[in-house]
């Protein structure tokens, strides 16, 4: 088969599965082949051997299956950085980039500030922000174990020793620690959203959280303002809808300066939170 025809074939295939089905024709061949996606479009009458095709139809039946690309191909990228992934960690998704563009704004280029990133996962925010603030001390903390080893590679490949990490619940191993930045994308999809069979593949920990999906960020709104200097911050990213919601449980909490983001798509995606004696010293 010829590449331009094992592209045809397979984008028509993937429309079913995916919202890009010929870039992850293209990538998937490309990986097959071991060559950059250029050479597809420089050679598009060159036959597949045997032993490429095997691979290409493989990883073609694992996407098809459901199989996020990004676990196929074993990378994805996130703030320009090529990130591992695996099914030990969520997918990182492009509108988390808003968290920590908001973030940056809040710090100085030569800040030293002390930054928590709660449920790191692949480690793709704690990364990103340590990649831009080599001044920062950065904590990432996740509940999985598979995870955090994700996360730690990464930031080895990376270079960047400025990330410390640590295993637990939440806020759990941080008691008595203070932090002048606290980001996270906590998991805030329903119990019962049928989303979720779609992303059947990627850990149901990082993605589900009670019957409104609500209960992640409100453990957080609870318990985050102990972990804070009284000039402290929090950025949380939660569902398009939730806005009102995260709102109401943040000021319940006794947050204040509560300020929601929208991504570039429109759709509210980030709240910000302040301390209230942050307000006073303003």
């Given at each position: 088969m010829r590449i331009d025809a094992a592209v045809a074939s397979a984008a028509g295939r993937l429309a079913e599965v995916s919202e890009s089905p010929r870039l992850d024709a293209e990538v998937l061949?490309?990986?097959?082949?071991?060559?950059?996606?250029?050479?597809?479009?420089a050679h598009p009458d060159d036959v597949l051997d045997e032993a490429a095709?095997?691979?290409?139809?493989?990883?073609?039946?694992?996407?098809?299956g459901g199989l996020p690309l990004a676990y196929i191909t074993g990378e994805k990228e996130f703030w320009s950085l090529a990130l591992a992934v695996g099914p030990g960690a969520l997918v990182p998704r492009p509108e988390t980039?808003?968290?920590?563009?908001?973030?940056?704004?809040?710090?100085?280029?030569?800040?030293?500030?002390?930054?928590?990133?709660?449920?790191?996962?692949?480690?793709?925010?704690?990364?990103?922000?340590?990649?831009?603030r080599s001044a920062l001390h950065i904590v990432a903390t996740d509940v999985s174990a598979a995870a955090l080893l994700i996360a730690k590679h990464n930031a080895a490949k990376h270079g960047l020793g400025n990330i410390e990490f640590v295993e637990g619940d939440w806020t759990?191993?941080?008691?008595?620690?203070?932090?002048?930045?606290?980001?996270?994308?906590?998991?805030?999809?329903?119990?019962?959203?049928?989303?979720?069979?779609?992303?059947?593949?990627?850990p149901r920990l990082a993605l589900a959280s009670g019957g409104d999906g609500l209960d992640a960020i409100?453990?957080?709104?609870?318990?985050?303002?102990?972990?804070?200097?009284?000039?402290?911050?929090?950025?949380?990213?939660?569902?398009?809808?939730?806005?009102?919601?995260?709102?109401?449980?943040?000021?319940?909490?006794?947050?204040?300066?509560?300020?929601?983001?929208?991504?570039?798509?429109?759709?509210?995606?980030?709240?910000?939170?302040?301390a209230r004696e942050r307000l006073h010293n303003s």
């Open positions: 061949l490309a990986r097959a082949l071991d060559l950059p996606r250029s050479y597809l479009y095709a095997a691979r290409f139809f493989k990883a073609l039946e694992q996407r098809l980039e808003l968290l920590v563009e908001l973030a940056l704004r809040d710090m100085p280029r030569r800040s030293k500030r002390s930054v928590l990133d709660l449920g790191t996962g692949s480690g793709a925010i704690a990364i990103a922000l340590a990649s831009e759990t191993p941080l008691a008595g620690r203070r932090f002048d930045l606290i980001v996270t994308n906590p998991p805030y999809v329903r119990d019962d959203d049928p989303v979720l069979d779609e992303l059947r593949f990627e409100r453990t957080l709104a609870r318990d985050c303002g102990r972990l804070l200097m009284p000039s402290g911050t929090l950025m949380l990213e939660h569902g398009a809808d939730q806005r009102d919601e995260v709102a109401c449980i943040l000021a319940a909490e006794g947050w204040a300066g509560i300020e929601c983001f929208s991504d570039l798509a429109g759709r509210p995606r980030v709240t910000r939170a302040v």
